[in-house]
């Protein structure tokens, strides 16, 4: 039982970074979290960049302590070591996903067209912003600025700054603009996603 535990401790351990970086990179992305496998294969391709990263700073050092001494190398300094990486290969990811930066790359050299963003809801709403209209289930219309929206059009809420009801012209006055009724006593209004059915994105004035 004891060689047992003991074997599991190590094997965790080893693992740790891994899953490490995968929670960092899901906490700091809209990115869905996948099944528990290909979260475990995740952490291990992270363990592995990890894993060497450690190899490759424990190298340099051993170089280094020739010309000026450190301390010793223990399993603690692989346990920091690897716990920094971790964090710092979680953070790179997410900030990589987040601006779009390897695909970026990629569809500029003409390997893919995709983004890495998690869906075209996120990355029309997080890469373009502008002023929307809600169109909501229930036929009325709000427009403002979406200071925050959902990471899914399923769940969630919206909250739009600078709101204002667009309220249809009489039937009678045919091909008159939308009527927009300002809120300026609101500093902004929350809209459940799933009380939307479509979402207008507005285009940018020659003023702005």
Known sequence: MDSLFSNATTLLTFLLPGFLSAW???GLTSHPKPPQFERTVEALVFTFVVQALVKLTEFVLFLAGRCVVLGPWTESSALLWGSVF?????????????????HGVLRRAGFTTRTS??????????????????QLKDGRRLTGYPKE?????????????????????????????????ELPQLDGILIHATDVQWVEILQETGNG
């Open 86 to 102: 971790a964090g710092a290969l979680g953070m790179g990811l997410a900030h990589a996903a987040n601006k779009d930066l390897f």
């Open 117 to 134: 963003h998690p869906s075209e809801w996120y990355c029309v709403l997080g890469a373009r912003p502008a002023f929307v209209v809600l």
């Open 24 to 26: 960092v990179f899901y």
């Open 149 to 181: 929206w959902p990471v899914s059009p399923a769940a969630g809420q919206f909250y739009i700054q600078m709101p204002a009801w667009l309220v249809e012209a009489d039937a009678s006055d045919a091909g008159a603009e939308p009527a927009m009724v």
